[in-house]
């Protein structure tokens, strides 16, 4: 059954699962020994699942229904699980930028990965299925599915393709989510038993567990064990510990993907199903929140400040650039909303490049050691430019990206408490600082050791991974109205639900018709007493 889906085709499920469906053929088809028509059918696949979710984009009626594309089918009609996929304004962004990355993650594993090729090719289109499902499902149990079956991947990109240390990564890695998903799915198994308790329904549905109202006490715990959960994924402090470990194993096609993606999963838990499930709560979390996020952005960037692994600053930016996400979703209104989404795909582009960059260097150095560079810039000029640029979206310079998304964060967290919004300035400082000292340290100053006068500059094939994100990063920020445009819907339901009127609309329902005409019968002699 399609809803609201102009196309009349499941295409949503077309986009999810035609990764998949690569994936399959690869492993059954293909001998493992044919290498380069891995590599090739893994690219077409990546570019075409890219290209497949485009209409998407053109489609979508930004001030049409929230939800779009809708299909609806039966799957476990005894306890009340549907397979329900729908796409809103916030989770379009999040699927295109989702298949634009993973093409480029793919293709700059051409020369990267010379083991075990046909298995890691495998592994990359089954993440990348996980990953959009998560994304599009509209059904707590169909959500929780694509959640656990992401992690899978992961483990095994990191643990068998990954650096030195890559088996402690990988467990680290699972285990930590593991045990978020866990706490996750208690809470949603509480909403899904309180939604029966009220209605006599069984579901997992989310637009009908949002029409329920769950009393105070209910609404925290599920709220802190969401919290756990999605806090650990983002990832917050002080859940950020194996996030370092997990970018500084993973080979450059994984760390892209868990920046530009698996961590805006976290933030996506938060926007979708925390805040509007659990408005009560939001309400009361903000200020314990905020100052997690807050301390979450000054500690990464004051690490990231004292890295001497290249890798691993760019990591340490990520815990600092997601508490600035996290402090503007949990302004609860609509500037910080919209910038703390915004500024979820301008972290993915600008911190996928960067890792893509680092990566680059990588395979012909093999070292990440920042001493071991230095003055490359005169032997890699066009190398140099693609890494100015995306380091100035990173760091939130005008006209590009990043400064979209943080100007429009301070603004809406400045409404909410100047306090919040001073002490996060300090990370836009410290941020300017960790990057311009990177781009320093390896760009200018003397070509001094050897090694580094035969660098190569970028090849065709690295400039095809690197253009479309530099391109995003000016397009956003020069022109964002489109893509703001496509959240303004969301949005504002989002705002409507956790805003303070809306929970008093929600307490106090208007009076019957009969009794507003007996009490302009009665006029002041005899008022109406209040339910309260």
């Known amino acids: 059954m399609f809803e609201n889906n102009p196309f009349n085709f499941p295409i949503l499920s077309l986009v999810v699962f ?4 690569a994936a399959l053929f690869i492993l059954f088809f293909v001998k493992k020994t044919d290498e380069d028509r891995v590599r090739w059918l893994a690219n077409g696949a990546a ?9 998407l984009w053109f489609a979508f009626d930004a001030a049409g229904p929230q939800f779009q594309f809708g299909e609806r089918y039966e799957w ?5 699980v549907e397979y329900n996929l729908g796409l809103d304004g916030i989770s379009l962004l999040l699927v295109l930028m989702t298949t634009l990355l993973g093409f480029i993650a793919i293709l700059s594993s051409w020369k990267a990965v010379t083991e075990r090729v046909k298995q890691y ?29 992401m992690l899978v991947p992961m483990y095994f990109l990191i643990g068998v393709w990954g650096g030195p240390r890559k088996l402690y990564a990988a467990i680290k890695f699972f285990l930590y989510t593991l045990v978020g998903s866990v706490l996750m799915l208690l809470g ?4 899904y038993f309180a939604h029966h308790g009220a209605t006599g329904e069984y579901t997992f549905d989310l637009l009908r567990l949002m029409e329920t109202s769950y009393a105070s006490g209910l609404q925290f715990w599920v709220f802190l064990a969401f919290f756990i959960g999605f806090a650990i994924k983002v990832p917050m402090f002080p859940f950020h510990t194996w996030l370092p470990d997990a970018h500084v194993e993973a080979p450059t096609a994984g760390s892209v993907i868990l920046a530009g993606v698996l961590l805006k999963m976290g933030t ?13 709560a939001s309400r009361e979390a903000v200020w314990w929140v905020a100052t997690l996020a807050i301390i979450g952005i000054i500690y990464g960037a004051l690490v990231a400040l004292v890295q001497k692994d290249w890798k691993s600053l760019v990591a340490y930016s990520s815990v600092s650039h997601l508490g600035f996400v996290m402090l503007g979703v949990f302004a609860l209104n609509t500037l910080g909303l919209e910038g703390g989404i915004l500024q979820m795909i301008n972290h993915g582009l600008s911190t996928g490049g960067l890792f893509l960059l680092v990566g680059i260097m990588y395979e012909q150095r093999h070292t990440r050691d920042i001493a071991a560079y230095g003055g490359i810039a005169k032997v890699v000029p066009k190398y140099a430019a693609l890494f100015l640029i995306i380091a100035l979206a990173s760091m939130g310079l005008p006209m590009l990206n990043g400064f979209i998304g943080e100007f429009l964060i301070l603004q809406g967290v400045f409404q909410v408490d100047w306090v919040y919004a001073a002490f996060a300035v300090s990370g836009i400082v410290l941020g300017a600082a960790y990057l311009l000292w990177l781009y320093q340290r390896v760009m200018f100053g003397k070509l001094d050791k050897e090694e580094n006068r035969g660098l190569a500059d970028v090849t065709s094939r690295e400039n095809a991974t690197l253009v479309p994100i530099v391109a995003l990063c000016i397009f956003i920020g020069v022109y964002p109205k489109p893509f703001l ?46 339910d309260d």
Not at 188 to 191: G, H, S
């Open 47 to 55: 570019l075409i699942g890219f290209l497949i979710s485009l209409p």
């Open 188 to 191: 949603i198994l509480a909403l």
């Open 18 to 21: 035609f990764p998949a469906i």
């Open 268 to 280: 996506y838990g938060f926007v979708r199903f925390s805040i509007p499930l659990l408005p009560e």
């Open 121 to 149: 090719y495998v592994f990359l289109l089954l993440l990348q299925t996980g990953m959009l499902g998560v994304f599009v499902a509209l059904d707590f149990f169909l959500f929780y599915v694509f959640w656990e079956v």
């Open 76 to 80: 476990i009609p005894s306890i009340g």
């Open 485 to 530: 445009d496509k959240l303004a819907v969301p949005v504002a339901a989002i705002v409507e639900r956790v805003s303070p009127e809306s929970a008093q609309t929600a307490e106090a329902p208007p009076l019957p018709a009969e009794v507003l005409e007996l009490e302009d019968g009665l006029g002041d002699a005899a008022p109406i007493p209040s």
